[in-house]
């Protein structure tokens, strides 16, 4: 006799209460407190119940806020090991393995009572496992497939953190070294060129020319230091940092018209990884339209979406052939072409470049949003 032929048997609205608790929640434990749950209110004598679930690695099996239990240990765990079921010593209870169709056991349940065991609430005990054997597998998988992505998310937050460490000591190491020798090479030669004689005019203007490489010099530092970790990001967050980039981009290149838009909202903080990740790409092509393009507008969107984060970085310039630029061996823009492809993988969006010879470019970047969800237990 089936599960399917037996169930309908003891309650006429029985199968009702499995379909709500079948359908109700696909989180694991909370699947297993509401099978144990609907076992003791479909029994006539049973008082006790526990679904113990076996892990994706076959060790150990999860009850609850209860402590696991290793495979082959115990009554539980011996059952999860055999896949045979085994009354209590006393017979007020049973341990009943839950199978597969593959043979497997998933699950294992503990029933007991405060007198003999009923045949009969054995048999619904064992129908239940065999009906919600599927359901705890399905769940099981998915689990493990939300670990595994909340694991992938974890690996790119922190290397996404390693990269901005490394480029902050840089800046401390610039900022501390080559910053501050520059600094006192502009003052040593402009010492100089006061002690100087004025009859030697030819030297003051060598002096003079050097103090003006020494300050070049110590800008393009600033600007390298600022690049590597722009204080703004974390102060005020990446609109306000992407406003920034636009006006320096503006300053360096005075013809350009740069303009920012931000459009939406989130329900929560724009996570910090995802904004330096996004403010990365951003920087990269800006500097590429400032390097190569001549443009005359250069326009940056940010587009809050429920699901995701969308940037787009679009100029009016010299444009260029995609193709030339990716053929093997031809020119080195590709490295920040790919660098930005490269930080939205490894956040699992992606970046597209659209381009044409005198047409303009546009970088756009598309970075998912993750919705928040219960830590997995």
């Known amino acids: 006799m089936s599960p399917l032929d037996l169930l309908p048997k003891r309650s006429p609205d029985l199968l009702t209460r499995i379909i709500s608790v079948a359908c109700s929640d696909r989180d694991l434990p909370g699947l297993a407190d509401d099978l144990a749950s609907l076992v003791l209110r479909s029994a006539s004598g049973l008082t006790f119940c526990d679904v113990y679930v076996l892990d994706e690695e076959g060790r150990t099996l999860e009850c609850g806020g209860r402590p696991p239990v290793a495979l082959g240990e115990g009554m539980v765990g011996w059952v999860a090991a055999h896949g045979r079921p085994r009354r209590h010593d006393d017979l007020r209870g049973a341990t009943l393995p839950v199978r597969v169709p593959d043979g497997g056991t998933i699950a294992v349940i503990d029933v007991r009572a405060g007198r003999p065991c009923l045949r009969q609430d054995l048999e619904l005990a064992e129908a239940l496992a065999a009906l919600f054997a599927p359901v705890l597998c399905s769940c099981r998988r ?27 000591r840089l800046a401390g190491e610039i900022h501390d070294g080559l910053a501050q020798r520059l600094a006192s090479l502009g003052f040593h030669l402009s010492a100089a060129a006061r002690l100087l004689p004025r009859h030697h005019e030819e030297a003051h203007d060598q002096i003079v020319l050097a103090r003006e490489l020494c300050e070049l010099a110590a800008a393009e530092t600033r600007a390298a230091i600022g690049g590597l970790r722009p204080p703004v990001l974390d102060d005020l967050g990446l609109s306000a940092a992407l406003a920034t980039l636009a006006r320096e981009a503006g300053t360096r290149q005075k013809s350009l018209d740069v303009t920012v838009a931000v459009s939406g909202e989130l329900e929560a903080p724009l996570p910090g990884h995802l904004q330096t990740a996004l403010y990365r790409i951003a920087q990269e092509a800006v500097g590429n339209c400032l390097r190569h393009a001549e443009a ?54 992606r970046t597209t470049v659209t381009s044409r010879p005198d047409e303009g470019t546009a970088v756009r970047a598309v970075l998912p949003l993750r919705t928040a969800s219960p830590s997995p237990s």
Do not use: N
């Open 142 to 168: 998915l689990r493990t497939a939300r670990e595994r992505e909340h694991s992938a998310e974890r690996f790119a937050e922190q290397a996404v953190q390693v990269q901005e460490a490394e480029r902050a």
């Open 296 to 349: 005359g507008c250069l326009d940056i969107v940010l587009e809050h979406e429920r699901d995701r984060v969308v940037l787009t970085v679009i100029d009016d310039g010299a444009g260029f052939s995609i193709a030339d630029v990716f053929a093997p061996g031809r020119r080195p823009d590709s490295y920040g072409l790919r660098g930005m492809a490269e930080r939205a993988e490894l956040l699992g969006g």
